[in-house]
Structure formats: C-alpha cells, structure tokens
C-alpha cells in the first residue's frame, strides 16, 4: 500500500493457535516476501470464519498487510448446524463474555507480536458488525494496538446481561489509538444517536478519530456475499479504509 496501486503476490496459511487451553483456527494471509510488514487482526461477523472474511484477509494481504483471522466461536456450546443461522449464531454470542473474546485477541496479539515478519508496533484490528464492536473492545483494552477500524459495530448493547456487563462504547475510558467508524445510515442496530456518542467519545479518547456513515446504505452493506451489499459504497469505504491505515500504519514502514 505504501507503493501507490501494487498489488503485492500473497500467500496463505490455514493453522491454529493455542488459547487458553483452547485450540483456535487461524486464517494468514500476507505477502510472500518474509520481510517485515504491518498486521491486521481481522474481526468476523456473527457468522464467524467463513470464505468472505477469508477473501477480505486476502484483499488486504494484497495491499502488503499481513493479516490473521481466527474464529472466536470455535469449540463453544450449541453451534447451529448451518453458520449462516442468524438467530442461532447470535445465540451462541450471547453466552459467550465479552471479556473472554477480547482475551482470545489479546493472545493472538502476543502471538502475532513475536513473530519476525510483522513490524510489532504496527498491529491494527478491524471487525464488521459484531466483529466491529468486538475489535474496538480490544483496542480500548490493549495500548499497543496501533489502530482500530469498527464497520458498523454494535455501540450499545439493548441491555446489558452477566456476558455483557457495559456497552461497548463504555470500554473507551483511557488513550486510545486512531480509531475509523464507519456505519451505516439505514441500521436497526445502530441509531445516528449511537453514532454521535461513538463519534464524541473517541473523539475525547483517541489520538485520531474519523467517523463516516454512509446514509442510503442498510448494515452490512460491505458484505458482498449478502443482499445488504451496496457496490459503492463499499468501494468508498474500502478506499477509505485503506487511506486510514497508511496514514496511521504505514508511513511507519518507510
């Protein structure tokens, strides 16, 4: 990304990693030169793992950022057959804490920083929807990560429970990395209220916020293996995104 439209030859790795006693999947795409590169902890939506954040990873991969996507519901109790379940897939998160995510991340994190082919300080995450949320939690809970990218994540929980104890907005208290929200202007998950309060809040916290919402697109419109997909739109927050990182990543490698 730093060399303006080259796209860089990738590689791919489909492996684990060892959580807490937990065995994790973990999906790698980076450039093939082992030079080192800046990383990208990449969030999954509620439909965890599957061949769309794959192909995301492999997008970003292309841009020179090495990026790791494992599966945070791998292992947990009463996974619906089918992935693409909605209602039995947000059934599962439910009873899962946040703190336990964001501590699968956190391990990830550590791993990633040992290794000799990604620039330590220049580890970013980036989440949609549910993985939105989930990866603006952990950047709120770990100052070494570098930035923090949040598509159309949740601000406020409808109410909070045992796993859910405060709002994800709640974890921003202290100095926080460069955070980009992008959110979208038709979503009965996310009021432009949310939207305001995230924008203000990182605002206070952050050392850099942007904030853009796209307001003739539905949730999920990035998604484009999904009838919410808005081909412009996307696009635009793809180029934006992009912008983001090497304004706040990137330059580091030059």
Known sequence: MSEKNILHEITEEETTYD?????????????VSNKKAP???LVHEIFGLNDHIRDVARRFAAQGIRTFATDLFHGRE??????????GMRAVWEKIPDGELIGDLQVLFMNISKRQDVITQSIGTLGYCMGGAIAFMFACSNPSVAFAIDYYGRVKYPELTTEKPKHPIDYAVGKLCPVLGIFSGI????TLTDVELFEQTAMKYASHAEVKVYLNAPHAFFNDRRDNYREEEAK?????TLAFIDRHVMVKTH
Not at 78 to 87: I, S, T
Not at 187 to 190: A, R, W
Request: charged share 20%; proline share 11%; aromatic share 6%.
């Open 19 to 31: 959580c807490n006693g937990r065995n994790l999947p973990l999906f790698i795409a980076g450039p």
């Open 187 to 190: 979503d009965p998950l996310i």
């Open 39 to 41: 990383a990208l902890i």
């Open 236 to 240: 635009d927050a793809w180029q934006l």
């Open 78 to 87: 009463n996974m619906p057959e089918d992935k693409n379940d909605l209602q």
